[in-house]
């Protein structure tokens, strides 16, 4: 590859991710990408998280997934995310490691799913589709799992036990992920995969 050619890839690579850091921040700064029902989330900036992953590589997937961290504790903070301010009344804290770690690694696995998945596919349609659908399932499991592990003694924890009517921790986890992940990945699935291959395509053509 030619110096001209790659700092044209460099200079795309960083325009494609600061769209994506864009459009995170409208998402987090915003109603826009949180559905709510009551004070469970199920949140949309999977989808540019999950972009950035695939198309972008591991590490713009783990800076995607910062971003939409801090999205998610300034929402906690500020009183924009009723569970959110739950927790951070609890332990601002834990609250900002559940907020952080699972969505950097949800974006770091993500793109090293896709990266491995590449390598034995000879196009991206499997990668891609697989990569889309595994980053929210990520997100959701490790979130779930991080919520239980860091607050599973509190009273948020109990109270929203007590809603879910689980009879046991296994139940509740099913209850949580279900309610989040289905429309999450339905999301990755089809918007994440579809928008991602279409860019990967582009890409290969303009470079």
Same mark, same amino acid.
């Given at each position: 590859?030619?110096?001209?050619?790659?700092?044209?890839?460099?200079?795309?690579?960083?325009?494609?991710?600061?769209?994506?850091?864009?459009?995170?921040?409208?998402?987090?700064?915003?109603?826009?990408g949180?559905?709510?029902?009551?004070?469970?989330?199920?949140?949309?900036?999977?989808?540019?998280?999950?972009?950035?992953?695939?198309?972008?590589?591991?590490?713009?997937?783990?800076?995607?997934?910062?971003?939409?961290?801090?999205t998610?504790?300034?929402?906690?903070?500020?009183?924009?995310? +009723? #569970?959110?301010?739950?927790? $951070?009344?609890?332990?601002? &804290?834990?609250?900002? @490691?559940?907020? %952080? *770690?699972?969505?950097?690694?949800?974006?770091?696995?993500?793109?090293?799913?896709?990266?491995?998945?590449?390598?034995?596919?000879?196009?991206?349609?499997?990668?891609?589709?697989?990569?889309?659908?595994?980053?929210?399932?990520?997100?959701?499991?490790?979130?779930?799992?991080?919520?239980?592990?860091?607050?599973?003694?509190?009273?948020?924890?109990?109270?929203?036990?007590?809603?879910?009517?689980?009879?046991?921790?296994? +139940? #509740?986890?099913?209850?949580? $992920?279900?309610?989040?992940? &289905?429309?999450?990945? @339905?999301?990755? %699935? *089809?918007?994440?995969?579809?928008v991602?291959?279409?860019?990967?395509?582009?890409n290969?053509?303009?470079?």
């Amino acid at each position: 590859m030619s110096k001209s050619s790659a700092k044209a890839g460099k200079i795309l690579r960083l325009t494609q991710l600061s769209v994506l850091v864009a459009l995170l921040l409208i998402f987090g700064f915003t109603s826009i990408g949180y559905i709510k029902i009551g004070v469970i989330e199920i949140t949309l900036n999977i989808i540019p998280v999950a972009i950035g992953a695939i198309v972008l590589g591991p590490s713009a997937g783990a800076v995607c997934g910062a971003i939409f961290g801090l999205t998610s504790f300034w929402q906690a903070v500020s009183g924009m995310s +009723a #569970f959110g301010e739950l927790l $951070v009344n609890v332990s601002p &804290v834990l609250t900002f @490691i559940l907020c %952080f *770690v699972p969505r950097i690694l949800e974006g770091w696995l993500t793109g090293l799913i896709f990266r491995g998945l590449s390598k034995v596919c000879k196009t991206n349609s499997i990668p891609c589709t697989v990569s889309g659908l595994a980053c929210p399932l990520i997100n959701t499991l490790l979130f779930v799992g991080g919520f239980i592990l860091l607050f599973g003694q509190t009273d948020v924890f109990a109270n929203l036990y007590g809603q879910s009517a689980a009879t046991n921790i296994v +139940a #509740f986890f099913a209850w949580f $992920v279900g309610l989040n992940g &289905v429309v999450e990945a @339905i999301a990755g %699935f *089809v918007i994440a995969s579809s928008v991602s291959k279409a860019l990967l395509t582009a890409n290969k053509k303009i470079l």
